[in-house]
C-alpha cells in the first residue's frame, strides 16, 4: 500500500524534474549540441542524456532491483552522458520528451511503494562516501535520484547555457 512518504518522494522527482524541463524551455536546436568553448562540460543533450540513463533502460531497472533481489549489487556509471548515436540524431525536443517520460515512470513506480518497500536496500558500492552510504534504502536512492542528481544537473545545465550565451555573446562583439 502506498504511503505518505512514498507520495512524498513521487511529488519530489516530479517537482525536480519539472524544475530541470523549465530551464530546457528555449533551448534551440543548435545550442542544445553545442557544448561550452574552452570546458570539458557536455552539451545541453548529453546532459539530458544522461539524466535519463542508460538508454531503454533509464533508472527503473535499479530501483526494481531493490525489491527482486536481497541487497543487489547496483554499479553506477558517474560520469557515463549515455549518449547514444540514436539520442544524437534526435531533436532536443524528443530527447526531452524522453526525459519527461522516464521521470513520469519513475514518479509512477514511486507513488505505488510500501514502507516495506521503501526500506530495501541495496549495495551502490559508488556511494561509500557519501552521506548516503553504500547501502541506502530505496527511499535514500530515490532521494538521491530524485533531489540529489537533478539537483546536480540543473546547476549543470544552468551553467552550460549561461556559458554558450557569453560565447555567443562574445562572437557577436568580437
Not at 557544448?35 to 557536455?42: G, K, L, T, V
Not at 534504502?137 to 549561461?162: F, K, P
Request: aromatic letters at 8%.
Amino acid at each position: 500500500m502506498a504511503t505518505s512518504e512514498a507520495f512524498r518522494l513521487a511529488e519530489l522527482v516530479h517537482r525536480k524534474a519539472t524544475e530541470f524541463r523549465e530551464l530546457c524551455e528555449g533551448i534551440d536546436e543548435e545550442k542544445a549540441a553545442s557544448a561550452p568553448p574552452s570546458s570539458e562540460r557536455w552539451s545541453p543533450k548529453q546532459i539530458v542524456s544522461h539524466v535519463c540513463g542508460r538508454e531503454d533502460l533509464g533508472h527503473l531497472p535499479a530501483m526494481k532491483a531493490f525489491l527482486e533481489r536481497d541487497t543487489p549489487r547496483i554499479d553506477i556509471e558517474v560520469e557515463n552522458p549515455f549518449y547514444s548515436e540514436r539520442r544524437d540524431r534526435m531533436t532536443f525536443l524528443e530527447l526531452l520528451a524522453e526525459f519527461d517520460a522516464e521521470y513520469r515512470r519513475v514518479a509512477d513506480f514511486v507513488t505505488g511503494l510500501s514502507d516495506e518497500q521503501l526500506s530495501r536496500k541495496a549495495h551502490i558500492p559508488i556511494l561509500k562516501e557519501t552521506p548516503v552510504g553504500e547501502y541506502p534504502t530505496l527511499a535514500q536512492w530515490i532521494e538521491a535520484i530524485g533531489d540529489y542528481h537533478l539537483a546536480m544537473h540543473i546547476d549543470h545545465m544552468r551553467d552550460t547555457v549561461q556559458d554558450l550565451s557569453a560565447g555567443e555573446e562574445m562572437q557577436k562583439a568580437g
